[in-house]
């Protein structure tokens, strides 16, 4: 891969950076006071650099990258999807994207299901606990009708 992301109208291309992730040498890499980074195998550096600093970097990204991927690919849950959104005619309007309220309503409803799941587990167990204490009570009678000799119907 040769895309060029120096400027920020470049989009990153997340399946060709994981292609690339996938091809390097398994990491972790270490840099050495030398400028040459190496890998866990035995061999030639995989990459080198007068500057430590960028020795550094470039040992830090092998597993980096990999978990700057996997970061993404999970939803953070507590982000708003237009936290960050590129069309600036929306704020230049004063106005919010439509899918905004979208997500928020679906976010209140969220909260709203959430609420009424935790209502409905409380009475569930409520009547669990009734259930029990009925059952106890009618093997309790069904006992005590056994030692006195009496029949119910």
Known sequence: ???DYTTTSTPLDLDAIRTLTAAATPGPWT????GLVWS???GDPVSGSLLVADADFIAA???AVPALLAKLAQPCGSCHPCTNYADETWRA????????FQWDEAQEELTRLRAELAAEQTRTSRLEDALARAEQQAAELRIAQADTGSVTR
């Not at 840099?31 to 030398?34: E, F, I």
């Not at 309007?93 to 905004?100: E, F, K, L």
Request: glycine share 4%.
């Open 61 to 63: 990204a092998r597993t």
């Open 40 to 42: 866990t195998l035995i």
């Open 1 to 3: 891969m040769t895309a």
């Open 93 to 100: 309007a004063g106005r919010t994207p439509p899918h905004v």
């Open 31 to 34: 840099a050495h006071p030398d």
